[in-house]
């Protein structure tokens, strides 16, 4: 088995990259669903694979107007967290919908969705936990909220940047089954890996290599067709052939490499599913101003949108205040992220895309300041903007589209990608395939589209 991968370390939005003594985390920082019962924790005890990590004390704060909300493992501290800053209806209304999002998670490993055919048609009708979940399915989480009692505009915007980074769409948008996991996956254990996330993608690799594989870095896959023993395999250091070839590249880059003959299967996933978030970065090697209590994620909602980034708020993660192998002593490698309309960065000029990358930096670093004013005087050897053109060059995909699709009704009516193509020994993985973005889910979508390939 070759596993090719176009940049010198693995991992694509999940990976970790030096600079200057720090090792920044690329995109992904949240890990969740280590426990044997949830999907990633299944995926890995099925291939004897053990990863430990810490537990966060402190899940998120969430920065609204200036003042912090945590979130914890503890429901009840929460429910009285959210009483006390968005009233009892709101606080009510999250613990609902944190119950229905556990049994949710529950869910998705019992269930073959999408259904191959009648036979997991029937398996889902014949589950009274599917039954029992389909109402939630079939309302917004906005209307759901409409009707729990007094909310207030604070407590929706809450809501609606909350989703954004799990279900990458609003309230008004997301089924409320969606949102419920979205909601409650912020107070599930979140682990702190020596490294951080990615050192669990930098262990599977390390493992799979461990058992016979072999890791081309460096090798970028060129083009791919139809070949002798299935499909012949473009590199820059020649070709070989496979029998099965399984691409971890979203629809657009699938057909952008693919021969004349194979490129049309990708086009009617194109056509369905024309468009995906890109992201707007920055990364700091900074003086620890957060003190040793700051919880590792933070959400700071702004009172307005970003003019050049585009986010609504900004999500930060701090590296462990004791993790060298992240930091020099007395300081912190910060990642910072926020939602960017891929369109707003196409079509400019070297000159346009510099302004504008120079504006990303002074809003993210302005957004981080609402919640840490010390950061504006700490010292920082590292400031490092990125753009949704340098996650282009960074991950290969089209516009640096990197936000997997929305979790929405838009998307589920269309047909959320399944990762086949039509072509046997042919499929795709990754997070534009069901059930798309984040560690977890890919590692899920993965382990159904193998197990189809078999
Ligand atoms: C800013 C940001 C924050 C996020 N936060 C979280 C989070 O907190 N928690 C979480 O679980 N998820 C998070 N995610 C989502 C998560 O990172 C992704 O869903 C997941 O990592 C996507 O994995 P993938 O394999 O689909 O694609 P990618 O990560 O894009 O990986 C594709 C890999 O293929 C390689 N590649 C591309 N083209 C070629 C080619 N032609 N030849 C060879 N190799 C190639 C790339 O270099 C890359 O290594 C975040 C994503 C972003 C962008």
Redesign the pocket.
């Known amino acids: 088995m070759v596993l ?4 010198s370390r ?6 970790a990259f030096p600079v200057k003594g720090f090792r920044f985390l ?7 669903g280590l426990e044997p019962d949830m999907p990633l924790g299944r995926v890995l005890a099925e291939l004897e694979i053990s990863f430990d990590a810490p537990v966060a004390q402190k899940n998120i704060s969430v920065w609204q107007h200036g003042a912090p909300l945590t979130l914890t493992r503890d429901a009840a501290a929460n429910h009285e967290v959210l009483t006390r800053h968005h009233g009892a209806d709101f606080a009510r209304f999250w613990a609902e919908s944190a119950q229905l999002g556990a049994r949710g998670w529950g869910l998705i490993t019992e269930l073959h969705f999408p259904p191959r055919g009648p036979g997991d048609l029937l398996g889902a009708a014949g589950n009274a936990k599917a039954w029992g979940m389909l109402p939630a399915l079939l309302r917004t989480t906005a209307s759901k909220l409409a009707g729990a009692g007094a909310i207030t505009d604070d407590a929706r915007t809450l809501l609606d940047e909350l989703l954004l ?1 799990s279900t990458q769409a609003r309230a008004a948008h997301t089924p409320y089954l969606f949102g419920a996991l979205g909601m409650e996956y912020l107070q599930r254990p979140l682990y702190l890996a020596r490294g951080g ?1 990615s050192s669990l993608l930098e262990h599977l690799a390390d493992q799979f290599v461990a058992r016979g594989g072999t890791l081309k870095l460096d ?4 083009g791919y067709a139809r070949g002798a023993t299935g499909f012949h395999v473009d ?1 820059p250091s020649g070709g070989f052939d496979a029998q099965h070839l399984v691409l ?3 629809h657009w ?1 699938a057909q952008r ?1 693919a021969s004349p003959e194979l490129a049309p299967v990708f086009a009617g996933t194109i056509k369905r599913h024309p468009d995906a978030w890109a ?1 707007c ?1 920055q990364y700091l090697g900074i003086e620890d101003v957060f003190g040793p209590d700051a919880a590792p994620y933070h959400q700071v909602l702004l009172e307005q949108p970003l003019p050049v980034s585009g986010g609504h708020s900004v ?1 930060v ?1 701090l590296s462990r205040p004791d993790d060298r192998s992240m930091a020099p002593a007395g300081f912190r490698a910060v ?1 910072m ?1 926020c939602h960017a309309p891929a369109r707003d960065w196409e079509g400019l000029s070297d000159a346009e895309h510099a302004d504008r990358k120079a504006k990303v930096s002074e809003e993210l670093l302005g957004a981080l300041a609402v919640a840490f004013p010390a950061v504006q005087g700490a010292s920082k050897p590292v400031v490092m903007p990125g753009t949704p053109k340098t ?1 282009e060059g ?4 089209k516009g640096g589209r ?3 699709l929305a979790f929405d009704y838009a998307t589920l009516r269309r047909g959320y990608p399944t990762g086949r193509t039509g072509v046997a020994g042919l499929v795709r ?5 069901f059930p ?7 590692a899920w979508g993965a382990r159904r589209v193998i197990s189809e390939l078999r």
């Open positions: 090719l991968e176009a940049k693995v991992g694509g939005c999940a990976s690329a995109g992904a920082t949240t890990l969740i980074v996330l090798t970028a896959l060129t590199t971890n590249l979203t880059d490499l992201t970065t999500f993660t990642t992220s996650w960074f991950t290969g995909r990197v936000g997997g993985v990754g997070d534009t395939v798309g973005q984040s560690v977890p889910a890919c």
